[in-house]
């Protein structure tokens, strides 16, 4: 056992038994804990390589911060002279051979010691550490010849049509507040500490932001400070412009959109507090944030909408939930709905803290929701058996919040009762009307206008398996979204019928994973992933296709 420590620490114990000298040459010594030196059976080196670019053999500890050498993966009659250079003459007696080393006895030359019993693996972790393997998956064969937007028959060849076609990608990521990573800490005891530290996570995030090269990102979690020292910045400098609304609590992270300055111009911003100190119900502080954005360079494409947010995490409160959702969807439809009547094509993307198949995330989907009878716990679906049974009253919120049940603003009404001809009404008999007219607009029944579909399918279609979007400690899960609309308008103007076919077409989207692929890198985050929720990417095409049937066409 002495030997073998003797041998983790980089020194060999002389032939008399007293003393010790060093098994490795000084410039082996000098690496330290911070650079190692792995080689494989074709004996080559790769100096000065970091720890979290090198490769690791299927014969390691899964904890072990280094790569590891053994016995199994050379040959049998291979020595390696060149790691005792220049002195390898003092090693000629020293009877090197693989089969001198048991199967766990691996050669290391690190140090490393685990700090805390938190630090040891746990079931979950796998053996092998690497890239995440991401493919694009095309979902449109996008060709402008084939393309047909509407059919021959419903066409009049005389007469003129006007095509507009953009398109654009949009990346959703939940970059992990570092000042939350800190507090939740009990969820990352599978990472090792030195992927936790912001300055080495950031460099991982804008690299990951730099190669998907996103004409929108929507990003969560970004905290204040570094928003504004860094993320801002650094940004701009890739040609972004940066929006951005924090939180209105204690915690100092929020919700921005950043998009190209070279693809988009910004018509108006729109932060959305869910925080209202009126309301009891509404006592949290998440945000959302929704953009205007006109394409440039195609005047007869209309503006997009594009909405970002961040929705409450208690999945024991849906009722907050639910109601935060509606105030987004209120600000979406006041500014998606055009002086024309129509509505422009809505992205809105985020961290919903809902499961796919959740009565929230159907609401999304199928525009509609009767939550009758419906347990709070059970509006996200994140817990499979939710504690407590409290149902969802009617409404949800206050009418005070001036948001109807379509999700839409509404103008405070207050119920008159006109003053009978008759003297003996009293103040009681108008308390009772006023009661029984707002019963009548009591409704269980939740709708939005909008037509979302989802850019993931939320399983893999040939094994079923649930894809995941976060993974940490505790769960993996599916929560984070990129709805896009796919609403078709038609309208009369001065007599002349105009139809106005806008929406927006999935072209592509980057895949997502499985928890048994996630936890082959040791979950999230881990040395190349700097967050614990995966960047979500998506290509869209949009088509603005006029079709005039009056007599000048």
Known sequence: MEAWRCVRRGYSRCAGGKGRYPMLPYHLQSLGRDRITPWDISQRFCWNRHISSCMRWPGNDSWSPYPYFSSQHCPLNWRPPCLFLPNRNQFQQWNWRPDNFTHTSLFHLSSYIMDSEEDKPSSKRQKTQGVIK???????????????????KHVDQKCKDEKEKFEFSVMSYNILSQDLLEDNSYLYRHCRKPVLIWGFR???????????????????????DHYRKEIKPNLESLG??????????????????CFKCSKFTLLSANPVEFYRRDIPLLDRDNVGLVLLLQPKFHCTVSPICVANTHLLYNPRRGDIKLTQLA?????????????DGTVCPIIICG????VPGSPLYSFIKEGKLNYEG?????????????????????????PS????????????????????????????????TEVLVAAKKLSSNL?????????????????????VTTCHSKNAVTVDYIFYSTEKETINTQGTEVALVGGLKLLGRLSLLTEEDLWTVNGLPNENNSSDHLPLLAKVFYISFVLSTSKHC
């Open 134 to 152: 991401r493919h694009w998956e095309y979902l449109c064969q996008h060709n402008k010849e084939n393309m047909k937007i509407l059919g021959d």
């Open 202 to 224: 950031f460099p991982n995030i804008l690299r990951e932001i730099k190669h998907m090269d996103a004409d929108i990102l929507c990003l969560q979690e970004v905290q204040e």
């Open 240 to 257: 972004y412009h940066c929006e951005y609304k924090m939180r209105t609590g204690r915690k100092p992270d929020g919700c921005a959109i």
């Open 327 to 339: 105030m987004l969807l209120a600000e979406i439809s006041s500014v998606a709905h055009q002086n």
């Open 351 to 354: 961290d919903f803290n809902s």
């Open 374 to 398: 419906l347990a709070i716990g059970k509006v996200s679906g994140q817990e499979q058996s939710p504690r407590g049974q409290r149902i969802l009253s009617i409404p949800i919120w206050p």
């Open 401 to 432: 919040l001036g948001i109807s049940q379509n999700c839409v603003y509404e103008i405070p009404q207050v119920t008159r009762v006109e003053k009978a001809e008759e003297d003996d009404v009293t103040q009681k008999q108008l308390e009772k």
């Open 447 to 467: 709708h939005h206008h909008f037509s979302l579909s989802s850019v993931y399918s939320h399983y893999f279609p040939n094994t079923g398996i649930p894809e």
